[in-house]
């Protein structure tokens, strides 16, 4: 059980995988922790395996992860933005203004006082200025970014990028229906193929006939 996770964890971060024997015991390994030298693996903590067999994600060998790593930014960076602004009190940064001309001390001494009225203001800014009092934020607030639909569009080309209907993650609205549909969807064209080729290439390693599998 633990073996096919990880087969499967490897394949959709990398877009392949390695199998190999280990004291008897079958294992794998993902590309960043083996090198290849004469036709054989060099694997970290193991050391050299001369028979071994490489599963493919795809017939390309490119990982799902490979055409959706700005979508990922995008979305880390959004949840970045929300977590300091709930850090921050969700307070923005902006400018107070003062009508007298305040000296550099005094200044300080204002800011200071602000600093102590906001304690928890760890990602905002406060600059004091001459002139009337007048609080001017600084910023663009989360509604005018769009934020939220911006994180659900990115979101769903991560989700379809894996194989994995929107309705799922409830990402997008949808019945209870729909919901039986897309479950099916996903194990049907996502599960059950990935599994397939799992065991497949399995079999054909250990020179095992599990034709069942196709069915």
């Known amino acids: 059980h633990n073996l096919i996770q990880n087969i499967c964890t490897h394949m959709l971060i990398s877009g392949y995988v390695y199998i190999y024997i280990h004291k008897n015991i079958l294992c794998c390994s993902s590309p960043n922790n083996v090198n290849i030298c004469d036709g054989a693996l060099i694997i970290k903590n193991i050391g050299k395996v001369n028979k071994f067999h490489t599963i493919y994600y795809s017939s390309t060998g490119i990982s799902p992860m490979y055409p959706i790593q700005e979508s990922i930014e995008i979305c880390n960076l959004i949840r970045s933005y929300y977590v300091g602004l709930l850090q921050n009190g969700a307070r923005p940064s902006g400018i107070l203004t003062h009508a007298a001309i305040l000296s550099h001390g005094k200044r ?24 009337s009092y007048n609080w001017t934020p600084i910023g663009i607030c989360p509604e005018k970014l769009n934020l939220d639909t911006n994180y659900n569009y990115f979101s769903k080309e991560i989700a379809m990028s894996f194989g994995v209907p929107p ?26 193929p990935i599994l ?11 020179e095992l006939d599990i034709s069942i599998i196709n069915y």
Do not use: P
């Open 108 to 131: 300080e001494v204002i800011q200071q006082e602000l600093k102590l009225l906001y304690k928890n203001l760890e990602k905002g800014s406060i600059a004091v200025l001459e002139g």
């Open 196 to 206: 397939r080729t799992i065991l497949n290439n399995i079999s054909i390693f250990l």
């Open 167 to 192: 309705i799922i993650l409830s990402i997008t609205d949808a019945t209870f229906h729909n919901y039986q549909e897309a479950k099916e969807y996903l194990i049907n064209n996502t599960v059950l």
